[in-house]
């Protein structure tokens, strides 16, 4: 099974401490197996790692990552990488392509201006939309489109707290 990950540029521990986590839940809960983080916020990797511990799963979050290293290494390993753009192309036009290929893909976001080093190194410059919103929403909508909404139904193996969907109100299992 292929590996979906995401690589999250230009975080700031400062202003991006909500968004970042953000970034890292939308990733898990739809479908991705990681996240690597530029910088390091250890506050940040806490609050993941304590959902994977009680949500279940595998997903994994790496911080104090050099980009360039990151995206090096994986295509050394035989990755492919997408960068989330505003000016990229659009998601219509290449997210086909991307899900018809095996390798695994390394999905960036970023947060201040990306380095424009990025654009060149990838394989994929998706745009979801033409107009500037946020790294959460692109996000989710590429892992959405590109699983199909398949992700919608994924088990999280090991989790100690499940929600058992209803009509009105909340029912949470603990497990
Ligand atoms: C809040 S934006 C800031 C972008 C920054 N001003 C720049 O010029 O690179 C943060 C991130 O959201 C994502 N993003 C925002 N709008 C997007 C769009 N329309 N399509 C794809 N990704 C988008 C990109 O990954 C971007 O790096």
Redesign the pocket.
Known sequence: MRKVCILR??HRPERDHRVTTHVGLTARALGADGMYLVGEDPVIVGSVRDVVERWGGEFFIEDKVKWKHCIRQWKERGGIVA????Y?LELGEVVAEMRERTEDLLI???????PGDVYGMVDYN??????????I???AILLDRLFMGQEMGKKFEGAKIRVEPCEVGKRVIEL
């Open positions: 540029l230009g960068h989330l753009t505003m990229g960036i976001v970023g947060a201040e201006k990306v998706v745009s979801v939309t033409n107009q500037p919103h946020s790294e929403s692109s996000l």
